[in-house]
């Protein structure tokens, strides 16, 4: 899931203002969408677990969260979120991007924290659960920069950017050395995938080409495909493929027709049912707003 695609099922109850990238969205699963698909960018994200429990994938690794958790993201990290079974689970997304921190070249935070943060190189905590070490602090910085932005006063992008500070001090004395290779290679792998299907999902897609998109022989692939994601692969496609539909219905004025056929469904009649299954309603509805 593409960070623009995710942020349009979380346009509502946002804190954030123009001109300062550091925005916190209000989540609910199910309420708000089944889950959030394996994904990846350059900002900085922070899921900070508030109700219920689930799970939050990282680079292929899975980690149980409930309230209280932290879960932190660095730039670049393939991730998903997924919330128990048959449970609710409520969390504030915290996403920003590390430029709004940005100090002079040759800085020691740039040299040290900033840009070893973007390149991956840094290996910060990835989970933090209520009682565990960091976790308070952590826990008061993000508390504190979420109140400034609530009141959004004058200045107060010094206040968010101080408890960031804070917070990056924090991890940059507990963390170690780089992920494992073999993780990283994996994750890597599945981002090479992904990254095909954003450029050519309007085409049609086999299974054996995305498994030569992974050097995977196409029975390995789908068994790496369906541990990574969670899904398979024909699965995965076809969400893609529907949410870059559900774009279309609301940023253009194109045939219904017409956005079926630009996102790869070969039948009109074939991506109004699948529409309907997975948003509950009809594509013209969903365009309407009714």
């Known amino acids: 899931m593409e960070l623009e695609e995710y942020a349009q099922y979380r346009?509502?109850?946002?804190?954030?203002?123009?001109?300062?990238?550091?925005?916190?969205?209000?989540?609910?699963?199910?309420l708000d969408f089944?889950?959030?698909?394996?994904?990846?960018?350059?900002?900085?994200?922070?899921?900070?677990?508030?109700?219920?429990?689930?799970?939050?994938?990282?680079?292929?690794?899975?980690?149980?969260?409930?309230a209280g958790s932290i879960v932190l993201v660095a730039p670049g990290r393939l991730h998903a979120i997924d919330g128990a079974p048959g449970g609710r689970m409520e969390y504030e997304n915290i996403i920003f991007s590390l430029d709004i921190l940005d100090t002079p070249q040759g800085d020691w935070c740039q040299e040290n924290v900033l840009r070893p943060l973007r390149d991956g190189r840094l290996d910060i905590p990835v989970c933090l659960a209520p009682g565990a070490p960091l976790h308070e602090a952590a826990a008061h910085a993000l508390d504190a920069a979420d109140a400034a932005c609530g009141t959004a006063g004058p200045g107060y992008s010094l206040l968010v950017k101080s408890q960031l500070?804070?917070?990056?001090?924090?991890?940059?004395?507990?963390?170690?050395?780089?992920?494992?290779?073999?993780?990283?290679?994996?994750?890597?792998?599945l981002k090479t995938v992904l990254s095909y299907v954003g450029e050519h999902y309007a085409e049609p897609i086999t299974v054996?080409?995305?498994?030569?998109?992974?050097?995977?022989?196409?029975a390995h692939f789908m068994?790496?495909?369906?541990?990574?994601?969670?899904?398979?692969?024909?699965?995965?496609?076809?969400?893609?493929?529907?949410?870059a539909a559900a774009r279309a219905l609301q940023e253009t004025d194109a045939a219904v027709s017409e956005i079926a056929q630009s996102c790869g469904f070969a039948s009109a009649s074939y991506f109004c049912r699948r529409f309907r299954e997975k948003y509950g309603t009809s594509p013209r509805d969903y365009r309407s707003g009714r």
């Open 11 to 30: 346009e509502t109850k946002v804190h954030g203002r123009a001109g300062f990238d550091y925005n916190t969205y209000i989540c609910t699963i199910p």
């Open 165 to 189: 500070y804070q917070l990056l001090y924090l991890l940059y004395h507990a963390a170690g050395s780089a992920p494992a290779a073999r993780a990283d290679s994996n994750a890597a792998r």
């Open 208 to 218: 054996a080409q995305a498994a030569r998109a992974a050097h995977y022989s196409p």
């Open 34 to 66: 089944a889950r959030v698909r394996p994904h990846w960018h350059d900002a900085m994200e922070i899921i900070y677990i508030k109700k219920g429990s689930g799970c939050v994938t990282v680079n292929l690794h899975s980690y149980p969260v409930a």
């Open 223 to 243: 068994r790496f495909f369906h541990a990574g994601t969670g899904q398979s692969f024909i699965e995965y496609l076809t969400e893609h493929r529907l949410a």
